[in-house]
Each structure stands twice: as C-alpha cells, then as structure tokens.
C-alpha cells in the first residue's frame, strides 16, 4: 500500500482481555518495527522483523506481550492478560531493508485498558 | 542497554526566534535520524545523516552529526507557528541494528 496501515486506530478493553493489534507495511518494505509511546514520551521500541523472522525482540517488555509476522508483511501484535499499564499508543513503522535506514510509521493504535 | 537522551525536554520560543535540539547517545550510531511528531499526530521522517561531522540544511532547519558519531543537533532558524511539535532524534548502532529513538524536545511557539 501507499503507507503503513494499522488497525484499530482505537481499542479499548477490560483488564484480562486479549487485544491483538495489526500493522500492514509499505509494499516491498523487509522491515518491520513496532514501536509503544505514552504521553509525552519517546517511541520505545518493542520488537522488529527482518522479513519473517524476529530480529530483535529485545524490547517486549513480558511474555505477555508477542508479534508475529508469517508471511513477511502484515505483522500482528499480541497483548494476552492486559493491564491497565499496557495503555499507550502502539506505533508500527516499515523499512526498506532494515540495515538501519529510513523508518516509516503507520498512525497509530490507540490501546485503553479500563 | 543503548540510551539517546535529548535536552531540552521542552523549548517555548517566540515566532522568530532560533530554536535548537540537542541529542546524545550512549553508543556509536551507524547513521542518525531525525523525526517530527505533531501533536496528535505519528513520527514523521526530516533527514538522515551518516558520516562523522556531518551538516545538512533543510531551509530553515540545519542538521549535525558529531565527530564522533554519538551526538547530534537540529536547529531551526526563525521558528513559524507550523514548526510546532516534538522533535525526536533516532539511530541504530550498527545496520541492521534496532532503531532506538531519543527522549524528544517538544517545542511549542509565542505567535
């Protein structure tokens, strides 16, 4: 596609419930990095994919939180057992060919937990 | 782990003024990048600097890469209303390394 794509835009959901979150890249984009933002803070980087595998996943900060992407493109973030910490914006973003160039970022998904 | 902290956190100029972000890394980067983020709004890319000592321009916006590959600066030149948001600085340590952004200077402006 023309830009990276992300859905839903907005989510919110029960302590205890499973969220799964969806990024589809830019067309031909090898690279695949999510990224979380709270408020006024910096993206803090979570995990990114060098096609189907994940290269460094060293941010995800529990084995509650796990991404997949099986088929080299579309990747899906997944949340099990949410709390209300996990609140933030999660920013996905694609690059060419990850050898650290140039990312590009999708809007947003928007996570509440109440 | 690799740290980029960015000073100042928060900058209010008034429109006209100059405007400067200063970045600084806890390890060697392969390249730096600077992004934009409006209120509301995602990061959006502005430039890439590579080599040791690089400076690039973009109209109002002049941008450095230290010597030694661990710092960086954005200035902007007579600040305008549309120049409003946070400014954050990123870079791997090596290619192919994970893009870890800094802390952010969120500038806002005095019309």
């Known amino acids: 596609g023309a830009g990276v794509s992300q859905t839903p835009s907005n989510k919110v959901t029960e302590k205890g419930k499973y969220v799964e979150l969806r990024c589809d890249p830019i067309?031909?984009?090898?690279?695949l990095y999510w990224y979380r933002q709270s408020l006024g803070q910096g993206p803090e980087f979570l995990i990114y994919?060098?096609?189907?595998?994940?290269?460094?996943d060293s941010g995800l900060p529990n084995d509650r939180f796990f991404a997949v992407r099986p088929e080299g493109s579309v990747s899906t973030l997944k949340i099990q057992r949410t709390e209300r910490g996990d609140s933030a914006v999660y920013l996905c973003?694609?690059?060419?060919?990850?050898?650290?160039?140039?990312?590009?970022f999708g809007e947003g998904s928007w996570l509440t937990v109440v | 782990g690799q740290q980029v902290m960015q000073i100042p956190q928060y900058q209010h100029v008034q429109e006209g003024e100059d405007f400067t972000t200063y970045c600084n890394s806890s390890?060697?980067?392969?390249?730096i990048q600077w992004y934009k983020q409006r209120p509301g709004g995602h990061p959006v890319f502005l430039i890439q600097?590579?080599?040791?000592?690089e400076v690039k321009k973009q109209k109002r916006l002049t941008f450095q890469f230290g010597e030694a590959k661990k710092n960086s600066s954005l200035h902007i030149t007579a600040t305008q209303t549309t120049d409003v948001g946070t400014y954050f600085c990123?870079?791997?340590?090596?290619?192919?390394?994970?893009?870890?952004f800094g802390s952010g200077t969120r500038l806002s402006i005095r019309p």
């Open positions: 994919f060098q096609g189907t595998g994940a290269a460094d």
């Open positions: 600097l590579v080599k040791s000592g």
């Open positions: 990123a870079g791997p340590r090596s290619s192919a390394s994970k893009i870890i």
């Open positions: 390890t060697t980067l392969s390249n």
């Open positions: 973003a694609s690059s060419r060919d990850g050898s650290g160039n140039t990312i590009y």
């Open positions: 067309s031909g984009h090898t690279a």
